[in-house]
């Protein structure tokens, strides 16, 4: 079946599927659904957990082993399938019949990226949407993004009134994790009370958010030492690692988009990917001359650091991301490490 992510909550909870499709471009409500799954097969017994990061160099064999053999200790296993690129390649027969006959002692749970339309038609991700679930997590739309946040609020047992809610949303320019973490502090200000649009203008952080985006640009202007000196203040603010490489990658992307368009001629922003920067007419000086790719690359590898998914410090690697755009430092695209 196809559920949406607020459907896969009372679904779960009624019973635990063999396999579900967990995919979208939203981390924040991915990786929620993703958590759901989690916590309902581990409440079901399966509290042996096994992850696959599956790329081009995948061993397919290993899955259908794993699949087949014994727990050591007989326990109920749940297997998870990280796969962002969401092509199976040479796995996805295997994968739809992992879905049509899934061993007894096995949850499945595949995490992909957005899945296109050819992909979705797949035989693979049709045999998990017919004996499994698959949740396709789709972005919260700016127009729904108040409401989003007055229902996250009632979680909290939090009223949020509306000019507040949309304040919040002015702030957070579609950043649901930024967003989330407001909604959080500030239902632990209002003490039981109603979040009013004066508690929002006199508690939200504007200076770590609009700090991100000061990093964000210092670095595309080649401000190194600026950009640098700006990532201290927010590693001493507390500021997450993973609000600060969303605005490093909206910058990249934005220049990215910037260079794509002078090289094709066209005046026309790309739609490639939502919420890119405007570069500044600095940072275009400079466009022609970074290695985007490669920052790109850097950025991802941050971004598995952050998660726990690859060795490293996320500051270091922060700080690696960091200079390489401001020009200060080298990346080397194969480990996401910096060279002077």
């Given amino acids: 079946m196809r559920l949406s992510a607020d459907q896969l909550p009372a679904s779960l909870s009624r019973t635990v599927a063999g396999v579900y499709l967990v995919s979208g471009d939203e981390p924040l409500l991915v990786g929620e659904a993703a958590d759901a799954v989690r916590a309902a ?32 200790f007989a326990e109920r296993r749940l297997f998870e399938l990280r796969m962002p690129s969401g092509k199976p390649d040479k796995g996805a027969q295997q994968l739809a019949e992992l879905a049509e006959r899934p061993p007894p002692d096995v949850v499945c ?51 949020v009134e509306a000019d ?12 649901l994790l930024a967003a989330k973490q407001e909604i959080e502090k500030l239902s632990l200000l209002a003490d039981g009370k109603a979040i009013t649009a004066d508690l929002v203008l006199r508690s939200v952080g504007d200076s770590a958010r609009y700090d991100v985006f000061q990093l964000a640009e210092a670095a595309a202007a080649g401000d190194a030492q600026r ?30 988009q910037a260079r794509e368009r002078e090289r094709l001629r066209s005046a026309v922003r790309g739609s490639g990917w939502n919420l890119a920067a405007t570069p500044s007419p600095r940072a275009l000086s400079r466009v022609k001359r970074l290695p985007l790719a490669r920052l790109l690359m850097q950025a991802s590898h941050a971004d598995r650091v952050i998660k726990g998914l690859a060795p490293g410090d996320a500051w270091s690697t922060l700080t690696g991301l960091t200079g390489g755009l401001a020009g200060a430092l080298q990346a080397i695209p194969e480990s996401g490490r910096v060279a002077i």
Avoid at 42 to 67: K, M, P
Avoid at 113 to 133: F, M, Q
Wanted: positive net charge; glycine residues 6%.
């Fill in 41 to 72: 097969a581990r409440a079901a017994g399966y509290a042996d957990r096994t992850v696959f990061f599956i790329d081009r160099s995948f061993a397919w064999d290993e899955l259908r082993h794993a699949s087949q053999s014994l727990s050591l």
């Fill in 227 to 256: 950009a640098l000196r700006v990532l201290l203040g927010l590693k001493s603010e507390g500021v997450e690692p993973t609000l600060i490489l969303w605005a490093l990658v909206r910058e990249l992307r934005g220049l990215w």
């Fill in 164 to 175: 507040a809610a949309q304040l919040i949303v002015d702030r957070v320019e579609g950043n």
């Fill in 109 to 159: 749970l595949v995490i992909t990226d957005k899945l296109d339309k050819k992909t979705s038609d797949a035989p693979w991700v049709r045999s998990i949407e017919k004996h499994g679930v698959w949740v396709p997590v789709w972005p919260v739309e700016t127009a729904a993004l108040p409401g989003w946040l007055r229902a996250r609020a009632k979680r909290l047992n939090v009223e």
